[in-house]
Nanobody, 124 residues
């Protein structure tokens, strides 16, 4: 089991940037892929980005491609989501998740452990 804690959410104007962090404890961090998802009133759980165990492979939802960057530092047991050019539609609660395997995944069902979420609000 993995314990995950997100941080870095907040209120920012449209066009601004935020960096979310997800710090893990428990299972060996470098052994599994990680993902970011978000929840809005309209969408229960939407895939945002995923990264494999080493950080060599990433994949993004079309809605954030080119604006968001996922990365990880296995020495710090931490994954990051750099969010630039933020839009009002990015407003959501963002969750990080730890996968069952070393590769990443776009499907929430491939993740066993989830953080408590961090709220991101973009003002237009």
């Amino acid at each position: 089991q993995v314990q995950l804690v997100e941080s870095g959410g907040g209120l920012v104007q449209a066009g601004g940037s935020l960096r979310l962090s997800c710090t893990a404890s428990g299972r060996t961090f470098s052994g599994y892929g990680m993902g970011w998802f978000r929840r809005t009133p309209a969408k229960e759980r939407e895939f945002v980005a995923t990264i494999n165990w080493s950080g060599s492979r990433t994949y993004y939802a079309d809605s954030v491609k080119g604006r968001f960057t996922v990365s990880r530092d296995n020495t710090k047991n931490t994954m990051y989501l750099q969010m630039n050019s933020l839009k009002a539609e990015d407003t959501a609660v963002y969750y990080c998740a730890a996968g069952r395997t070393s590769s990443g995944s776009t499907w929430s069902g491939d993740y066993d452990d989830w953080g408590q979420g961090t709220r991101v609000t973009i003002s237009s």
